[in-house]
């Protein structure tokens, strides 16, 4: 996993000021600074040895042809088997790494090819030294970011937010208040957008091409499509054995690296399948479990009994409750962007304590988007039908079928559409219209939630999924990089390989979720090797008691900074709801949703650290 900055001005910044921003981003990369410049391009990295650890491996690095300059962050896992299809001779390789394979495949192929062959997580930049283009290419999953800022006189491209927004060509910032809407909603900034006017993201499975030569973007290229094509298997077991092989295949690749590799181990089924493969391919792999004191919150115990039913060396660290509460500030200085999910401060801990066993860690994440294991997928699924009536027929079907639960009556009697009523649910924030009443979602987020209230619940199903994907996972993949990064510790997710989504999307729903039980292809992969008495236990999560911090530990700092500090964007907001909205988490006069008040916390220590407002 590394960092990277680029330009390319009509006036580049000088080298010192250069160094400075990309020196911002050394944490995701310390163990080797490079740059390329030219008269109008270029291009800084700061790069975490995975593969070939040498000086050999560096970047940037220059086509054999010595038309394109490329630097990329993350992992290509069939960098070995592109090396073979494409008859990338060894004699002609200085290193073993998988990025100066990527340098060979640009001269061979188109880039929209180019990035269609690729198999891991990455964002790449190319600069295209004969047509001054800039290819922007981020990986299918999106789970490493790759964000740009056009202006007239160039763009700016990098791994992280804050070297963009803080780059001379941005130093008149406007604040996009449907963004920062949707950032208090949902805790995090969905793609393409940012909070700021001219800084974007580029989506995951695309492709940016700028051109110099008009200051402007040619295209955008989606080079991966969500393809959908479930097939009736011959059965249940049939379907678990070909997960299994396919798991199997996935995790082996994953598992190259020249740095020490482990895996994270809770007591949940995602991260004991990978831990399970793992060994299976590297007998002396470690497991990382990382503890809490409160029992109420703890797995430590389970995945302990599952690393010695595996036989795998496990690791514990544990920490205290005084430990995460002495560690909030620390996180929120170590986060280059508004972000918003509380669970960020025990996982910046996790990856904290799990670099001093390894560089590369696999974890168990998006198993639950891809094979429906959230109990929201249900409960959506349950009251799909409703939003095939009108409104009027809602409510006065609702009362007659005595829907017991009150906020799910009320809803169904309130919300129009389907979609909208999936995107509420997302939306941690009590009265967020009521604080910002004069402004919408983007067009891109309603658009990502956008389904047809008439649909069946296959279909539903597969609706969901896909909105998991590119929705609330993001925002999971976003907490990963940046916690991990500010550990300089590299996080692969076997379960977004090409080939697991594929698999995903090639089953019917019916295996995943019937009979009351999620995810039924891995539990019954899984019961293959951990006896189900094991197994069958509540996963709790990484999570802490964000309530009870709020209301006692991060009151005063919490009342300091969301109230006694100028609001960034007060502009946009009413304040006297603001300090309603407080005062009635504290005096419990109206119920309001503590993860709603995490982002206003979260986004005003992102604007007092990067002096937008003062404290």
């Not at 001779?89 to 001269?107: A, F, V």
């Not at 909603?185 to 110099?212: K, R």
Request: hydrophobic share 40%; glycine share 4%.
């Amino acid at each position: 996993m590394c960092g990277f900055l680029g330009e390319v001005n009509d006036a580049l910044l000088d080298k010192h000021s250069f160094k400075k921003l990309l020196d911002l981003s050394i944490r995701r990369g310390p163990d080797q600074q490079g740059f390329w410049t030219s008269r109008i391009c270029q291009i800084g990295f700061n790069r975490l040895a995975i593969l070939d650890v040498t000086e050999n491996g560096n970047q940037p690095i220059m086509s054999p042809n010595g038309k394109f300059i490329l630097v990329f962050n993350g992992e290509i896992y069939n960098y070995k088997e592109l090396q073979h299809r494409y008859s990338i001779k060894e004699s002609d390789l200085r290193s073993t790494s998988d990025g100066e394979i990527l340098s060979h495949l640009i001269g061979k192929m188109p880039v929209k090819e180019f990035a269609k062959v690729l198999n891991g997580m990455f964002a790449i930049t190319i600069w295209n030294i004969e047509s001054e283009e800039v290819y922007l290419i981020r990986d299918f999953a999106g789970i490493k970011p790759l964000f740009y800022g056009l202006s007239k006189s160039g763009i700016v491209f990098a791994s992280q937010f804050d070297q963009i927004f803080k780059h001379p060509n941005f130093n008149t910032k406007k604040l996009r208040p449907d963004i920062m809407k949707e950032f208090l909603g949902l805790g995090y900034m969905s793609a393409p957008n940012t909070v700021f006017e001219n800084m974007y993201q580029v989506n995951p499975g695309q492709i940016i091409i700028w051109s110099y030569q008009t200051r402007a973007i040619k295209s955008k290229i989606n080079y991966f499509n969500w393809s959908v094509n479930p097939s009736k298997l011959d059965s249940l077991k049939s379907t678990y054995q070909d997960f299994t092989k396919e798991m199997q295949h996935v995790v082996m690749n994953q598992l190259r690296s020249d740095v020490p590799i482990a895996t994270f181990l809770s007591s949940g089924y995602d991260s004991s399948l990978v831990s399970t493969f793992a060994k299976q391919h590297k007998s002396n792999i470690k497991a990382f479990t990382y503890g809490i004191s409160d029992s109420k919150l703890d797995e430590s115990k389970h995945a302990k009994a599952y690393a010695k039913h595996l036989g795998i060396t496990h690791v514990i660290e544990k920490d205290s409750k005084d430990d995460l509460l002495s560690n909030v500030d620390v996180h929120f200085k170590s986060i280059s962007e508004p972000f918003g999910d509380y669970s960020s401060v025990p996982s910046f801990l996790i990856t904290k304590k799990a670099k001093k066993y390894a560089t590369v860690m696999l974890s168990g994440d998006g198993g639950d988007e891809l094979f429906w294991g959230y109990p929201r997928f249900r409960k959506s699924l349950n009251q799909a039908h409703w939003f095939k009536y009108p409104i009027w027929l809602r409510q006065f079907l609702i009362p007659i079928f005595r829907v017991k639960d009150k906020n799910l009556s009320s809803a169904l009697t309130v919300v129009k559409k389907f979609s909208d009523w999936i995107l509420n649910k997302q939306t941690h924030f009590t009265g967020l219209d009521k604080l910002m009443p004069n402004y919408e979602f983007s067009k891109d987020l309603k658009k990502l939630y956008d389904i047809h209230d008439t649909l069946d619940k296959p279909h539903v199903l597969q609706y969901l999924k896909k909105n998991e994907f590119y929705a609330h996972m993001q925002r999971t993949l976003r907490k990963i990089d940046l916690t991990s990064m500010a550990n300089s510790l590299e996080v692969r997710v076997p379960f977004l390989d090409k080939q697991m989504i594929a698999f995903s999307n090639s089953i019917i729903s019916e295996f995943t979720i019937t009979h009351n039980r999620p995810k039924l292809i891995l539990k019954d992969a899984l019961y293959e090797y951990i006896p189900i008495e094991m197994v069958e236990k509540e996963k709790k999560g990484f999570t802490v008691p964000i309530k009870d911090w709020l209301k006692n530990d991060l009151k005063a700092d919490f009342i300091k900074t969301v109230i006694n500090t100028p609001f960034y964007g007060e502009d946009y907001i009413d304040i006297p709801v603001l300090h309603t909205l407080v005062q009635d988490f504290y005096k419990n006069t109206q119920k309001v949703d503590p993860w709603g008040l995490w982002h206003l916390y979260a986004w005003q220590k992102w604007a007092i650290q990067n002096k937008l407002v003062s404290n």
